[in-house]
């Protein structure tokens, strides 16, 4: 399919609440100026931890959820799915859609999720939710939720696929709406999980930063000095329409989504991008699917977990795949700032990678100091830079199991 076929699908609002910001614009600008959304851990008491900071949400966020949330609905309701239906609001209100005059048997929801935020200590039964205790840990609660707000009708369902259970959802929304099964959809992911339980699991694995004492500059994707990511709370909605509908109706297209493309590896189920080979296979077939010459790409938004072996692997498989290109492409790692939001992070990145291409800015890796001689490849390093040349990106996400996913994304002006 090459980038110009009819098939390509539009991105046309987003929505996102994320540690630096509690919509799209502000954690966009904040991104751009190199900030870290990484702090000490105030929700719970971390002294337990081996790892004591992590990505919080903005205060603001408490308001902004009281704001859209009735006291009924948040008895009903876990945080996760709170968030990410103020995401769909946004991302609905930001698109210039009007839900009651479209087709809503053609809208579908689809929403990815690790599915550990359901039983969050933050969300505890108490006697006043007990009776909901079903819907609210229901894990497909996320997707229904937003249909039953804007009277969607198409498809509706959650993916899980650990770190990339929101960029598997955008995938299969992007190819409902290529089949022509739907016009439009809601799609992205959420995941509440800054928890003392879930922080002591990530470092049984060492694979948390344990930077206690400098926390903005803990996540160090493709440093030398790296030592491991931090765990965040994070939501982002996208629309994706197809073209004949956005065109039609004149609509704001921050890029065109020309391939997705999703495997598995046969690695252990422990680890991820197992030598780079699977997350290589991955990125070949993205490509051939989008039918771009790989010269054409000129930005990779990168898995960048800062985990000493992914960062090499991800390096490798960047390198076999696009040659002498590959250091050629500008490439950063968005977790430098945001922490890693798990099932929500594919979402997050691959919307920042859409508004990056819009705007020919592309915003960088911070805490990149010291370069490993065998992480090689043009990083975005520490400041955001200007390339509006740039016409095609990359958005790539691995996760523990095997699972792989890149996304190819094309500039619509």
């Avoid at 919509?23 to 790892?51: M, Q, Y």
């Avoid at 956005?246 to 020309?258: D, M, Q, S, T």
């Avoid at 800062?306 to 968005?334: I, N, P, Y």
Wanted: glycine share 8%.
């Amino acid at each position: 399919m090459g980038a110009d076929n009819e098939a390509k699908v539009a991105i046309t609002g987003i929505g996102m609440i994320t540690p630096l910001g509690v919509n799209a614009r502000s954690t966009w600008a904040a991104l751009l100026a190199g900030r870290s959304g990484v702090g000490p851990i105030t929700k719970f008491d971390a002294a337990g931890c081996r790892t004591r900071i992590g990505g919080e949400l903005p205060a603001a966020y408490l308001e902004l959820e009281k704001k859209h949330t009735t006291k009924r609905v948040e008895k009903m309701t876990v945080r996760a799915t709170r968030m990410i239906r103020i995401c769909a609001l946004e991302a609905i209100a930001d698109s210039g859609l009007d839900s009651e005059r479209i087709d809503q048997d053609r809208v579908a929801v689809i929403i990815g999720t690790s599915g550990s935020s359901v039983r969050s200590p933050i969300d505890r039964e108490t006697p006043r939710t007990a009776k909901f205790r079903i819907i609210r840990e229901m894990v497909n609660a996320m997707p229904a939720w937003i249909s039953l707000d804007h009277g969607f009708k198409g498809p509706s369902y959650t993916v899980s696929a650990g770190s990339c259970s929101s960029a598997v959802a955008v995938s299969q929304a992007y190819d409902l709406i290529r089949s022509g099964a739907v016009d439009r959809a809601v799609t992205g992911g959420a995941d509440y999980l800054l928890t003392e339980n879930n922080v002591k699991r990530w470092n049984s694995r060492d694979l948390l930063s344990t930077r206690n004492d400098n926390p903005e500059q803990a996540v160090r994707p493709f440093d030398r000095s790296r030592d491991g990511y931090v765990l965040a709370d994070g939501s982002c909605a996208l629309m994706l329409e197809s073209a004949i509908s956005a065109k039609a109706r004149g609509a704001h297209i921050y890029a065109w989504l020309v391939a997705a493309a999703t495997r598995s590896d046969d690695g252990c189920s422990v680890e991820s991008a197992r030598e780079g080979v699977g997350l290589a296979a991955t990125l070949e077939l993205a490509i051939r699917q989008c039918g771009l010459p790989k010269t054409a790409i000129g930005y990779v938004s990168a898995n960048g977990s800062a985990v000493v072996r992914e960062d090499l692997h991800e390096t490798r498989a960047l390198k076999q795949v696009f040659g002498d290109h590959a250091r050629k492409l500008l490439v950063s790692s968005q977790k430098s700032m945001l922490g890693h939001s798990i099932g929500a992070s594919g979402a997050i990145e691959l919307a920042v990678t859409a508004l990056a291409l819009e705007s020919g800015k592309f915003p960088p890796t911070i805490n990149y100091h010291e370069p490993d001689p065998e992480c090689d490849l043009n990083f975005v390093s520490n400041s955001m830079v200007e390339a509006p040349s740039i016409t095609a990106a990359l958005s790539l996400t691995f996760a523990r199991g095997g699972h792989s996913n890149v996304m190819v994304l094309a500039r619509a002006r």
